[in-house]
């Protein structure tokens, strides 16, 4: 009951034609569709055989179901660089708020010290206010 072990070549040559079967609808498993599970029972490997010692076909695998490993890597990269021109806007925006705010802490303070400067001129009582003088 010794088998000889396939070579790396024959390996590849019956996942390709496992991909092969699986497409044209003539799977020994009945299979359907191509994906990694499929593609592994068809041509009577593991699933993760495919994964680690055959990354073409893994990623041959992977173009049929609309998933290349450079798709999904430009689609991350692009939602990378959207998401880090929003940060840099809001950042923007922030430090904007920020400046108002601290402007508008000022211009507040130094009417409160105005108002207190009156209140405190009122309070002393030899002050009068003026009437209206007509202009």
Known sequence: MNRARKTAEVREKELKLAIFRIERGRAH?????????????????????????YPDIAEQIRSKNGRSSRQQRDAKQNE???????????????????????????????????????????AGGNVRAFSKMPV
């Open 29 to 53: 498993t009945k299979a359907t569709k191509v994906n990694f599970t499929t593609v592994a029972l068809e041509a009577g490997v593991s699933a993760s055989l495919i994964h680690n010692c």
């Open 80 to 122: 990378l660089t959207e998401e880090k021109n929003k940060s840099k806007q809001l950042r923007s925006d922030l430090k904007e708020a920020q400046a108002m705010i601290a402007n508008l802490a000022s211009i507040n303070e130094t009417l409160l010290i105005r108002v207190r400067t009156l209140e405190a001129a009122i």
